[in-house]
């Protein structure tokens, strides 16, 4: 059974000061790890997907890196606008479905 | 403007009766999914669909139903049978071949 977890539950940083959010998995064969930021009340956006080790992407202020066994998201000089949920999803192989992790929420504060 | 649509936004309905959450998408995707998110909690999957006609138990099916009888649409219909249905529906869709899923806007039910 794929199992995703994010660490910390919650991040509270000031505007500039850079971080990093995990995502530990555990998948029989990964065939993609994805990303996805959500505000309240909406639906997740997504936002990255990543299919091998020392693959990385990048957007804006956000970098996504993947191990065997896991994946950042490095936030570099954060601004208030970033504060969000972000989710860490994986496929491993069961059909079209993905395995969702609980989220990190961000909150920058300015 | 490609994308997924939900409606309603907010939806309220008495304990007993059955309600159907629309969800429809135009960027020709072959596979659709209904997921539930509870307070604070991650996305947990209903039912999904990867081509017409056809759908697959996710891991909290119980008291809710789908049809896909059209590429587009997906609907899901909570049930007097779901124990606790009051919750915020989130619908996706996705290309097979990338599995990236796009969702929509999600649908807020509260029963009472």
């Known amino acids: 059974e794929d199992q995703v977890t994010q660490s910390p539950e919650a991040l509270r940083l000031q505007e500039g000061e850079s971080s990093s959010l995990n995502c530990s998995y555990t998948?029989?064969?990964?065939?993609?790890l994805f990303w996805y930021r959500q505000d309240p009340g909406k639906g997740p956006e997504f936002l990255f997907t990543l299919y091998s080790a020392g693959e990385e992407k990048e957007k804006e202020r956000l970098k996504a890196t993947l191990t065997k066994k896991e994946s950042f998201l490095h936030i570099t000089a954060p601004k208030p606008e970033d504060s969000a949920t972000y989710l860490c999803?994986?496929?491993?192989?069961?059909?079209?479905?993905?395995?969702f992790g609980e989220g990190t929420q961000l909150t920058v504060n300015p | 403007d490609g994308g997924i649509t939900q409606s309603p936004k907010y939806l309220f309905r008495k304990e007993g009766q059955n309600v159907t959450l629309s969800c429809e998408q135009n960027?020709?995707?072959?596979?659709m999914y209904w997921y539930r998110q509870d307070p604070g909690q991650g996305l947990r999957l209903i039912y999904y669909?990867?081509?017409?006609?056809?759908?697959q138990k996710g891991d909290i099916a119980e008291g809710y139903s789908v049809s896909r009888e059209k590429k587009e649409s997906f609907p899901l219909t909570v049930t007097s049978a779901q124990k606790n249905p009051t919750a915020f529906y989130l619908c996706?869709?996705?290309?097979?071949?990338?599995?990236?899923?796009?969702f929509g806007p999600g649908t807020r039910l509260t029963v009472t």
């Open positions: 996706a869709s996705s290309q097979r071949d990338t599995y990236e899923q796009y």
């Open positions: 999803a994986v496929h491993g192989g069961s059909g079209s479905r993905l395995t």
């Open positions: 998948v029989s064969g990964l065939r993609g």
């Open positions: 669909s990867q081509i017409v006609n056809d759908f």
């Open positions: 960027l020709n995707h072959d596979a």
